[in-house]
Structure formats: structure tokens, C-alpha cells
């Protein structure tokens, strides 16, 4: 039993613990998503004579990116759902990002215990 090192180990484990249960806080939370990556694209729409031959763009085309099957598809997104799109993008990145928190942080805590087991175990007879 080594009681320093269990302490420690107490310690470590609670603030994964304190970590993990804000992660599943958000993880839960009532959402919608757009799976993928949003591309912003300078749009040429190559009329003779249009600005954007003479190199002035007009505003830029959304692009959702995804892989579909193993490929890459990439579908044009409306202006006027550009706001929801990059919204929904935003809390899809967020969300996986909180996923691979809380794996890194439930893999980190099944080292702990074990450890703590361990650290705890007496041997007998008592000293
Ligand atoms: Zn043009």
C-alpha cells in the first residue's frame, strides 16, 4: 500500500472526472449537424466581359466537402442557408472534438484505476 501515491493518483483521476463529465455535458446537448468540411470558393462565372475575368471574384461559393463511400463530394451550399451551414459545420467539428477528448480521457482513467487498485492493495498480515 503505497498511501502517497494513491493520493496522487486520487487526485489525477478526480480531475479527469471533473473533465470528463463537462465533455459529456456538451456531448449531450440538443444539436444539428453538417458532416463534413465547408470550402469557401472564389466564383468565376466566366461571362465575357464580367468582372472576374478581369480578376475580381464575385463573393465566394460555399462548398460542403464529405466523404461519401470513400470518396470526396462536395455539393454546392445556397447563400441563404450559408449561415445555418457553417453553424452546424461548427458544432459537427466540435462535437467529434469533444468525442476525442473524452476517449483520450476515458483511456486515461482505466490506467488510473488499475493503478489505484495497486497502490491500495495491503498485504496481509497486517503491518
Ligand atoms: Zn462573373
Same mark, same amino acid.
Given at each position: 500500500?503505497?498511501?502517497?501515491?494513491?493520493?496522487?493518483l486520487?487526485?489525477?483521476?478526480?480531475r479527469?472526472?471533473? !473533465?470528463r463529465?463537462?465533455l459529456?455535458?456538451?456531448?449531450?446537448?440538443?444539436?444539428?449537424?453538417?458532416?463534413?468540411?465547408?470550402?469557401?470558393?472564389?466564383?468565376?462565372?466566366?461571362?465575357?466581359?464580367?468582372?472576374?475575368?478581369?480578376?475580381?471574384?464575385?463573393?465566394?461559393?460555399?462548398?460542403?466537402?464529405?466523404?461519401?463511400e470513400?470518396?470526396?463530394?462536395?455539393?454546392?451550399i445556397?447563400?441563404?442557408?450559408?449561415e445555418r451551414?457553417?453553424?452546424?459545420?461548427?458544432?459537427?467539428?466540435?462535437?467529434?472534438q469533444a468525442?476525442?477528448r473524452w476517449?483520450?480521457?476515458?483511456? !486515461?482513467?482505466?490506467?488510473?484505476?488499475?493503478?489505484?487498485?495497486?497502490?491500495?492493495?495491503e498485504?496481509?498480515?497486517?503491518?
Amino acid at each position: 500500500m503505497n498511501d502517497s501515491e494513491a493520493s496522487q493518483l486520487r487526485l489525477k483521476a478526480s480531475r479527469f472526472v471533473t !473533465e470528463r463529465q463537462r465533455l459529456e455535458k456538451s456531448l449531450l446537448e440538443h444539436q444539428r449537424f453538417l458532416r463534413g468540411s465547408l470550402l469557401e470558393r472564389p466564383k468565376f462565372c466566366g461571362k465575357p466581359g464580367c468582372k472576374c475575368t478581369k480578376g475580381q471574384p464575385h463573393p465566394p461559393g460555399l462548398c460542403l466537402s464529405r466523404l461519401v463511400e470513400g470518396t470526396v463530394r462536395q455539393v454546392f451550399i445556397r447563400a441563404t442557408d450559408h449561415e445555418r451551414a457553417r453553424k452546424e459545420a461548427l458544432a459537427y467539428k466540435r462535437y467529434r472534438q469533444a468525442l476525442r477528448r473524452w476517449r483520450a480521457i476515458d483511456k !486515461e482513467l482505466n490506467i488510473i484505476w488499475e493503478d489505484l487498485e495497486t497502490a491500495q492493495e495491503e498485504a496481509y498480515p497486517f503491518e
